[in-house]
């Protein structure tokens, strides 16, 4: 932080006493950022920022707002306790980082400045994303600084939230300790200056833009490349459709990453700005809540959970032919794959608890995954051989993938992870 570090918590202050003074009308502190937005888009309906998103292809402009959709607290507190669960020092001296991220919009800073103490912290770093960068995306949505305290906003810069001392001297290290200043540029996590910050800290933990996972994964290896691959850690949300990409299944198989603890009942709730909420497909936003809800989205992290240490529950080959539950698998058995050496579980609760070979199953399993129970050892996307498939169907229908036969036809299946017993 430099020199002129900005008074600490001004911003978030005006935010969260706007939204108390408004909370006899309904509005609960987790809407305060979205309040805000409300406000801001009511008091700067400026026509000529809008027009600066019409220089990007619809397609980006898509993209990019559908990046949009902030975390909801209860969501933060459930999943960093499941880590304190398993062990209450996992924060304990670390350094922690919440890069694309912005305590005026949403609540990571929030969670982790109010529990500072509890979680031990040594220092509290958050960025954010220039509020220049994101009305070049959205148009004037996100145009808030014109609310801060009087100062000509720089709309063009990100800025950098900093909690580290008890600032106001009250005796406790919070929310109303930190300090924040403008950074160089627009707080990019690809920028030097936010590289130095991630290179600094122990633990990076946000919700990055979905789109740029794959970059932002890789960053974060960087920056342990960097570090000679030592202590960084990281607790990340993405779209569990990433499994696959060629830089996220490694990782996974490696047992370099895994699923987090996870959302409640595996649905994914989180608040999307106006603006932002004609983007979704029917059925994923909510007009009532202003929540979008997501299926497939998980935790993406390196930090150790007591659930991954719980094996399934599983019953034996023979006892799943008999009683499953499931009628492709009960009186049918397990068949083998056409081209791979390895049968066909199409259901995680039905993986044959005895059975020694190698099985695909669902990619929805890596949520069960335990370590000690199985040992990954690949992905239909890579282990598949499909010269048998072309040779048979003359054509390939898509890209790589494990074939099943029934009545003398060929059964393509989803993609698959290939796992097996540890003995
Ligand atoms: C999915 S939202 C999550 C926001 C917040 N971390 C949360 O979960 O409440 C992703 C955020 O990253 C910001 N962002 C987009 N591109 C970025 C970039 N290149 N560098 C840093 N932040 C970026 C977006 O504006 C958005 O605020």
Redesign the pocket.
């Known amino acids: 932080m430099s020199q002129e570090a900005r008074p600490r918590g001004r911003v978030l202050l005006r935010v969260f006493s706007l939204a108390s003074g408004r909370a006899t009308c309904g509005y609960t502190r987790e809407d305060a950022p979205f309040l805000l937005a409300r406000i801001v888009a009511a008091l700067t309906a400026s026509a000529g920022r809008g027009d600066m998103a019409g220089n990007k292809t619809l397609g980006d402009a898509k993209r990019?707002k559908q990046?949009?959709?902030?975390?909801q607290m209860s969501d933060i507190q459930a999943e960093i306790n499941a880590y304190l669960d398993y062990d209450e020092n996992t924060f304990r001296g670390k350094t922690v980082l919440?890069?694309?991220?912005?305590p005026e919009?949403?609540?990571?800073t929030l969670f982790f400045a109010q529990n500072f103490e509890r979680l031990g912290l040594r220092k509290l770093i958050s960025?954010?994303?220039a509020p220049e960068?994101?009305i070049a995306?959205y148009g004037a949505l996100f145009e808030y600084a014109a609310l801060r305290t009087g100062e000509a906003p720089k709309n063009e810069r990100?800025k950098i939230f900093v909690l580290e001392h008890d600032v106001n001297k009250n005796g406790r290290i919070d929310f109303d300790d930190l300090e924040w200043d403008y950074l160089k540029g627009d707080?990019?996590?690809?920028s030097e200056e936010?590289c130095r910050l991630r290179d600094e800290a122990d633990v990076i933990v946000?919700?990055?833009?979905?789109s740029?996972f794959r970059e932002f994964l890789a960053w974060i290896m960087d920056g342990r490349r960097h570090l000679g691959g030592a202590g960084k850690h990281f607790l990340i949300?993405g779209s569990m459709n990433v499994i696959t990409y060629k830089e996220v299944f490694p990782l996974l198989k490696e047992n370099r990453m895994w699923l987090g603890n996870g959302f409640s009942h595996g649905n994914a709730y989180?608040r999307v700005p106006e603006g932002c909420r004609t983007e979704y497909a029917n059925g994923v936003y909510d007009a009532a809540t202003n929540l979008v809800k997501f299926r497939n989205v998980a935790w993406f992290t390196n930090l150790d959970h007591g659930r991954r240490h719980q094996p399934l529950r599983l019953m034996t080959m023979a006892q799943n032919i008999k009683h499953s539950k499931h009628k492709e698998v009960r009186g049918v058995g397990y068949l083998p794959y056409v081209n791979y050496d390895a049968i066909e579980v199409p259901f995680t609760d039905a993986i044959p608890g005895d059975y020694d070979g190698v099985m695909g199953v669902p990619i929805s399993f890596l949520d069960k995954y335990c370590p000690e129970q199985f040992k990954i050892v690949g992905i239909s996307l890579e282990l598949a051989d499909m010269k048998p498939i072309k040779e048979r169907l003359g054509r390939l229908d898509g890209g790589p993938r494990l074939y099943t036969e029934r009545d003398g036809q060929l059964v393509r299946q989803y993609e698959r992870i290939l796992i097996q017993r540890r003995k």
């Open positions: 990019a990046d949009e959709f902030y975390t919440l890069p694309c991220d912005d919009w949403s609540n990571f960025t954010s994303y960068s994101k995306k990100g707080g990019d996590f690809r936010v946000t919700n990055p833009p979905f740029m949300i989180f």
